[in-house]
Structure formats: C-alpha cells, structure tokens
C-alpha cells in the first residue's frame, strides 16, 4: 500500500460475532479507535454481536479491522467479524468515536 493509498479516507461497517457482549468490548472498541485518531460508532445488538462503523485513513481502518477480527477486548471470544460497504469518503461524517447505547 503506497502513502497517497494509507492516507485516502474511507468508511466501512463492521460486525463482530463471538462473546462480545458484557465484556467492555465496546469501551475497548471505542479506545482503540480513538488512539488511531478513527471516528465512528459502535453498539451491541439484540442478536448478540457488536457492530457499528469505521471512518479514517486507510492504513489506520486495516490495523483497526485486524484488531476488531482477532484481539478485542481481554474478556472477549471473537468468532470472525464481517465488514460491508466499504467506500472512499471526501471527509469524515463524525467529529469522534461513540458509543451508542
């Protein structure tokens, strides 16, 4: 991946399916993101799983994926996570990372 390609902005939703619920998943999510400077959101679902969406440089999304699909929070057990609609944005549709409830 060239440095012009790392730094392009783009959005992608995710969801994450194992034991990711009552283990401060989305805290960790949450810190994760805001250490790679990444906005966004992310919730638990009803279904049990969490799921939300990424924005920032490319380079940052892909470490912030790989994190999402094996690491976690300490408590947690990811089985996979999925992610959709991925696309290069102008800018940024949030200003931070939230949690929604």
Same mark, same amino acid.
């Given at each position: ?6 730094? !392009?902005?783009?959005?992608?939703? +995710? ?12 805290? +960790?999510t949450q810190a994760e993101? @805001? ?7 992310? $919730?638990? !679902?009803? $279904?049990?799983?969490?799921?939300? $969406?990424?924005?920032?440089? !490319? ?10 699909? !094996? @690491? ?6 990811i089985d996979r996570a ?6 290069v944005i102008l800018k940024?549709? +949030?200003?931070?990372? $939230?949690?929604?409830?």
């Amino acid at each position: 991946m060239s440095m012009a390609e790392g730094d !392009t902005l783009i959005s992608v939703d +995710y969801e994450v399916f194992g034991k990711v619920q009552g283990v401060f998943f989305r805290k +960790y999510t949450q810190a994760e993101s @805001k250490k790679l400077g990444l906005v966004g959101w992310v $919730q638990n !679902t009803d $279904q049990g799983t969490v799921q939300g $969406q990424l924005q920032g440089p !490319t380079s940052k999304v892909r470490h912030m994926q790989e994190w999402l699909e !094996t @690491k976690g929070s300490p408590k947690s057990h990811i089985d996979r996570a999925s992610f959709n609609n991925e696309k290069v944005i102008l800018k940024l549709d +949030y200003s931070d990372f $939230q949690i929604v409830k």
